[in-house]
């Protein structure tokens, strides 16, 4: 699985950051930026979470 960020989405509410601190990184204005865009099979529900924590729908996972 991979985690997809569209940084034009983002607003930086960072609420997908908590879920996530292993995969998402928020930048010094709050704005998200992913880590890794490979999601380790033990990180997927935390991936998941990222993803619906999100008001933007700025996150997606893809297979």
């Known amino acids: 699985m991979k985690l997809l960020m ?5 607003q ?3 609420l997908c950051q ?3 601190p292993e995969l998402v990184d928020l930048d010094e204005w709050g704005y998200a930026q ?3 865009s490979e999601v380790p099979a ?3 529900d935390a991936a998941a979470a990222a993803v619906a924590a999100c008001p933007n729908s700025a996150l997606r996972m893809v297979k």
């Open 6 to 10: 569209d940084s034009t989405r983002c």
């Open 12 to 14: 930086g509410y960072g």
């Open 18 to 20: 908590e879920p996530a």
């Open 34 to 36: 992913v880590r890794e």
């Open 42 to 44: 033990d990180g997927e």
